[in-house]
């Protein structure tokens, strides 16, 4: 392989592989590195794994709610051994032989940054113009006294365990803490949820966490909110785990989901005058970190989604290609896939009063408006909020919780990104049964926000 390259990937991620492929589509020579398995975080241990371990129960607590059916059984082997195939059973010889095909070179270990336009991999110095750092992130592991002893999982172990546990502790609930610990209920383990906030998914609007938290407590998980956890400490092969609460709560697994931290130590930015923080390296429009260097992704903290990594990626696979562009993240969707799923785009209310906007808002529950909730099961449920600038007439925010929520709040992503006058939305038809129908419904009842 060559050392001197026109552009070179650091991170084999869903945002580093774009990149690679995008450089490498404009017939550049690309060098892509990763120190583990070609593909990333996304691909094996998070996003994958995990939508695919919450479909089965999810699609036996949807038959459970269809007239005329019962719940299925479930069994626990054939579901671990597809998720082992989506998984690709932890071998990335594919990625890499699909990657080499398109003319990218691979290499496999710690990339460095050594200095302006070089980057060390191995015993290997590798030249360039062009960096592009892609390393993603890390769990943020908290420090709670006995926590290392006692042992603990992240989304690691919990989205390739092999054996069900009978009972399990999380703690953080944010979209890691819930999705996982929705599905381990849904396989009969006692799960206790442990949330430092108020409330769930704290980002969201309060009503997302307390329409997700009544669905968690129907599932029979046990939410212990405003709580802490001070200490942990094994006992019998358990994990018993003391709250700021004064409570004490108890699991043979714990898993710890208190959010992720951008990988930004040791890759050698301080030899490119690259300061970042825990947060993550900053960036512009262009997804530019300094002279010769972009940061995509995760490690760049701005929104750590796999879909904004990779739009990143292409952004700034573009900026090397000359074209004029700048990055928009203000109508991004954020899903969260749990039963129901949990969908939002655009500004909280809390958001758009920072900025000193006029708000109108509604909320509507849906089977109150709309027909296709009742097609689709029975005892109904789902609830959309729209959130509008009265000055300018224009959605700013939405949020639903809701069957299958993150198919159609693309909707609401579009209007927002194109900034679709509300007299546009109010003329639009939807096709009939479906939830996208709720919007007109939504956009009909917007109201002065109190």
């Known amino acids: 392989m060559p050392s001197q390259y026109d552009a070179i990937v650091i991170g084999s991620g869903p945002a580093g592989g774009v990149a690679a492929s995008r450089l490498a589509a404009q017939r550049l020579r690309v060098a892509l590195i990763e120190r583990e398995l070609v593909g990333g975080e996304c691909a094996y241990w998070a996003c994958v794994p995990s939508k695919t371990l919450l479909r089965p129960p999810e699609a036996r607590a949807e038959a459970g709610r269809v007239a005329g059916l ?16 989506m998984i690709r059973y932890l071998d990335d010889a594919k990625q890499i032989e699909d990657y080499r095909g398109e003319g990218i070179d691979v290499f496999k270990g710690d990339g460095t940054i050594s200095g302006a336009g070089q980057v060390q991999v191995g015993d290997r110095s590798l030249s360039t113009e062009r960096i592009i750092v892609a390393t993603g992130s890390d769990p943020a592991i908290p420090a709670i006294d006995g926590l290392a ?23 953080g609930g944010g979209p890691v803490g819930v999705e996982l610990g929705q ?41 212990h909110l405003t709580a802490k956890a001070e200490s942990v400490a094994r006992v019998d092969g358990a994990r018993h785990v003391k709250l700021s609460n004064g409570r004490e709560v108890r699991g043979s697994e714990l898993l710890v989901a208190t959010g992720r931290t951008a990988r930004v130590l040791g890759i050698g930015l301080e030899s490119v005058g690259i300061k970042a923080e825990a947060h993550g390296i900053e960036v512009d429009g262009r997804c530019r970190a300094g002279d010769g260097v972009w940061a995509v992704g995760d490690v760049t903290g701005v929104m750590q989604f ?39 785009v655009g500004m909280t209310v809390a958001q758009a009063r920072e900025k000193g906007i006029a708000l109108a808002s509604s909320r509507i529950e849906l089977p109150e408006v709309i027909t296709r909730p009742w097609t689709y099961e029975q005892n109904p449920r789902g609830e959309l909020g729209l959130l509008a600038d009265r000055e300018r007439q224009v959605l700013v925010g939405a949020w639903a919780v809701a069957p299958l929520a993150g198919e159609w709040i693309h909707q609401a992503a579009l209007a927002i990104k194109t900034e679709v006058p509300l007299a546009v939305l109010r003329d639009t038809v939807a096709q009939f049964p479906t939830f996208s129908e709720a919007y007109l419904k939504g956009v009909e009842a917007l109201e002065p926000a109190a």
């Open 149 to 171: 002893k006692a042992g603990y999982w992240t989304n690691r172990q919990a989205t390739t365990l092999k054996k069900l546990p009978d009972s399990i502790v999380v703690l």
């Open 183 to 223: 599905f381990l209920a849904r396989f009969d383990v006692k799960v206790t949820l442990v949330q430092a906030e108020d409330r769930l998914i704290p980002r969201e609007e309060p009503a997302v966490g307390e329409l997700l938290a009544a669905a968690l407590e129907a599932d029979g998980i046990d939410l």
């Open 306 to 344: 796999t879909h904004v990594g990779m739009y990143q990626a292409r952004i700034a696979a573009q900026d090397i290609a000359g074209d004029e562009v700048r990055a928009s993240y203000h109508a991004i969707p954020r899903v969260v896939f749990t039963d129901p799923e949990i969908a939002a």
């Open 70 to 85: 019962d719940r299925p059984g479930q069994d626990w082997a054939p579901v671990a051994a597809y998720r082992d195939y």
